[in-house]
């Protein structure tokens, strides 16, 4: 006679569901306490361990979990309807963060075409405003990351900055630029791309220019991305799909437009033209597209015709910048795989410098360190490097590395230059590093794909949560004095700080707070 079969006790049946999960969550633990392994490789990888255990419990659940043949045909018909039920009811809005891992949410009703985008607004008397000053361009009027302003108030607290006004926004990476009391940016209200300014005192519209024009890509969203350069009374805007315009100031209407990539015969860039123009005494000068250049494109600022065009480089998502280097004035490009140097009347290349490997996205500013060095930094593991440049024959340059290192991986941000320490976002955390040495000072706090500036001997830090912080800019260790919620959802654009004005925005709101 056989001896009857046992019931598989539970623990048992459970064992190889417990050893799969205890290697994923502890092989998860070990990645994320990994000093300096880059961020987004890390929320990757978490991730296919999330999904591999994911796997494993289903083999478990199909052939180890002893369950009814049954059970297995209803687990197997609930994960069919899921498949075929989730596209309809889920969809992918961008990004969680700036690790590119997509973030699920339900799926909105499709919204009635909007009419915002076709109206211009009639132009208004702006108010005067004390606490404003001219923010004139991306970074700052010396595009450098350096604000110029009194001593900011550490005690928010006691004093917490005052919010002045808060108003929707069109999506867009865009940042504000300043003019006496006139703020502009850049929004997308369904397929038409928008320049709006508005009163820096109330938020109130004063003019829209539209392009019939719309830029989108899965991970980072729809819109545009540069920010407004203002010159006296123009305003010149890039838009996202390679449009560039020449506005009126007063009123916003076209001087003059160009679309940079149909004039270069240039495919887009991945995630969309994202140069603020560099504007110089007789030309306005963006970078161009993908493929074989060109990397720079200069154009007449009296009436947008082309000049030149120079490079064989796929352009990046830096903006050029103007820099004397070695008693010469010259153009600075931090491009697709290469860091240029070109003269500012004929476009001709002087230098270049390999950087990045064209595939992973750089858009650093670079940073001019003294009238012979500059300073290169990038994220995604690539680092950063000082290179020191030598005059050669024919106006050209030669370069050597000072030092190379990963003491400062800046993704979105750019680092920014004080009494010879870089402050700047490092992989997600604030950093400073000796400018001499090459060597990390501190790095500490925790900002995502943020943002700063510097302002005075302090950082505003636009964190990627929506919240901006201030902190000590001085090497003898990190210190954050204070933060204060200013935008409830991921924010990715520059702050902007016009004299005592703090100007932030996302994808959805604007807020302008007045600093204690």
């Not at 604000?147 to 940042?175: D, F, H, Q, Y």
């Not at 009296?302 to 000049?307: A, K, N, T």
């Not at 654009?493 to 807020?511: C, F, Q, S």
């Amino acid at each position: 006679m056989n001896a009857p079969t046992l019931p598989t006790p539970p623990g048992r049946r459970l064992l190889f569901l417990k050893i799969s999960w205890g290697i994923v969550l502890a092989l998860a633990l070990v990645i994320r306490f990994i000093p300096d392994l880059e961020r987004n490789f890390s929320a990757w990888l978490t991730a296919l361990l999330f999904v591999l255990g994911g796997i494993l419990t289903l083999i478990w659940f199909l052939l180890l979990g002893r369950f009814r043949w049954t059970t297995r045909l209803c687990g197997i018909a609930v994960l069919v309807l899921l498949r075929f039920a989730a596209p309809r009811v889920l969809q992918v809005d961008g990004t969680v963060n700036g690790t590119g891992l997509p973030n699920i949410v339900l799926r909105h009703a499709p919204r009635a075409p909007s009419t915002d985008g076709m109206v211009r607004a009639a132009p208004a008397a702006t108010t005067n405003d004390p606490l404003a000053a001219d923010t004139l361009q991306f970074l700052g009027n010396h595009r450098d990351g350096v604000i110029a302003s009194g001593t900011l108030s550490t005690n928010w607290t006691l004093s917490p900055p005052r919010e002045r006004w808060r108003v929707p926004v069109g999506a867009a990476w865009s940042s504000f630029s300043v003019s006496g009391n006139v703020a502009i940016t850049q929004e997308q209200a369904d397929d038409f791309e928008l320049v709006v300014a508005r009163d820096l005192a109330t938020a109130r519209t004063l003019w829209i220019h539209t392009n019939a024009t719309r830029f989108f890509e899965w991970q980072g969203g729809i819109g545009p991305r540069a920010t407004p350069t203002i010159e006296s009374n123009r305003v010149y805007v890039f838009g996202g799909t390679g449009f560039l315009d020449c506005l009126s100031l007063e009123d916003g209407h076209a001087l003059w437009s160009r679309n940079v990539l149909r004039d270069t015969h240039s495919p887009n860039l991945t995630w969309g033209t994202s140069s603020s123009p560099l504007v110089l005494p007789d030309s306005v000068v963006v970078t161009g597209g993908m493929g074989k250049g060109p990397t720079l494109n200069a154009y007449r600022k009296s009436d947008g015709e082309p000049l030149w065009h120079s490079g064989t480089n796929p352009a990046s998502y830096a903006s050029p910048i103007l820099a004397n280097l070695l008693g010469r004035e010259v153009i600075l490009s931090v491009n697709g795989g290469t860091f240029t140097i070109n003269k500012p009347s004929e476009g001709t290349e002087l230098f270049s410098f390999p950087w990045g490997d064209g595939k992973r996205p750089v858009a650093s500013q670079p940073v001019v360190v003294a009238t012979n060095r500059v300073f290169l930094s990038a994220g995604y593991a690539i680092g950063c490097v000082l290179l020191e440049l030598k005059p050669e024959a024919e106006g050209r340059f030669s370069a050597t590395e000072v030092w190379r290192n990963r003491t400062m991986k800046t993704q979105f941000n750019s680092a920014a230059l004080l009494d010879g320490f870089l402050y700047g976002i490092d992989d997600g955390l604030l950093a400073c590093v000796d400018i001499a040495t090459g060597k990390r000072v501190w790095k500490d706090g925790r900002y995502g794909s943020g943002q700063s500036l510097l302002v005075g001997d302090r950082i505003v830090v636009q964190n990627e949560d929506g919240t901006i912080a201030l902190a000590a800019a001085k090497p003898d260790g990190f210190v954050e004095f204070a933060r204060v919620p200013a935008l409830p959802s991921k924010t990715w654009n520059y702050p902007t700080v016009a004299g005592r004005l703090l100007i932030v925005r996302n994808d959805k709101e604007a807020a302008c707070y007045e600093l204690p």
